[in-house]
């Protein structure tokens, strides 16, 4: 009961700042919205996606919202590392492991309100809503934040003071990660060495579980692969990230 009453103490600090500023929350969709808008239209038409892009896309662009949400979360702990506001909850009895899932929550928060505004504007151009699938793809997408906010802490707290590291390694490893996973653009027509280069990275598991869960197939072999990468990854982020914070700064 501690760890979710702490987590629920450190969601409500992080999340109070933006919701003093909704106009945010709304500018932030420009970018998915531009990405949706231009390459959603391009696959029509596509061989595999006569009938619907929307269905395989909007799932790919909420993968790639959770990417930059979370793995750039690490940002806000570098300015409160430099303020000093970090390290006065350090010495509060908070759990650990809560301020980062906390701190994640934050960051999940703020991509559901996205993304129900993102599907809300997917269903007339064709997106069929599977209200199930819809529920289980976000939850999946919320484990999978949780890793990626962690380690994204982890990072910034290795980076501190200066912050260099935390920008130049966030840089390396975000695009790469989103363009081999296959969010925008089908791997299948890559060449093979692409593919499977793409198949080892966890995200594109995740993606594909998504696009699974968000038509309805529950049962899809798909969907235990992308959980499991989820799973591995915030069981991964948590640990370190815990151990990191334990630490101090």
Not at 68 to 73: L, R
Not at 130 to 152: N, R
Not at 217 to 227: F, H, I, R
């Amino acid at each position: 009961m501690t760890f979710f009453r702490d987590t629920a103490t450190v969601f409500q600090r992080e999340i109070t700042p933006s919701l003093r500023e909704p106009t945010a929350i709304l500018f932030s969709m420009a970018q998915p919205l531009l990405f949706l808008f231009l390459f959603g239209p391009l696959l029509a038409g596509t061989p595999g996606f006569e009938a619907s892009p929307w269905q395989w896309f909007v799932p790919g662009i909420l993968v790639m919202m959770c990417l930059f949400g979370p793995m750039m979360a690490g940002y806000n702990l570098l300015v409160e590392l430099g303020s000093g506001s970090m390290e006065r909850m350090l010495v509060t009895p908070l759990n650990r492991s809560a301020m980062l899932v906390g701190r994640t929550l934050k960051e999940f928060a703020l991509l559901l309100v996205q993304a129900v505004l993102l599907i809300a504007l997917s269903v007339p151009l064709g997106f069929q809503l599977h209200p199930v699938g819809v529920l289980a793809g976000l939850a999946l997408l919320l484990v999978f934040g949780v890793g990626l906010g962690s380690l994204s802490y982890v990072l910034a707290i290795a980076a501190h003071p200066g912050g260099e590291l935390f920008y130049a390694v966030t840089q390396l490893v975000l695009f790469p990660l989103m363009l081999l996973s296959g969010v925008l653009l089908p791997m299948d027509a890559g060449p093979g060495w692409l593919q499977v280069v793409s198949r080892i990275n966890p995200v594109s598991h995740i993606a594909d579980a998504a696009r699974a869960l968000f038509s309805g197939q529950l049962l899809d072999p798909s969907v235990l692969a992308g959980g499991l990468a989820a799973v591995g990854l915030a069981a991964i982020g948590l640990v370190v990230g815990t151990r990191a914070v334990k630490r101090g700064i």
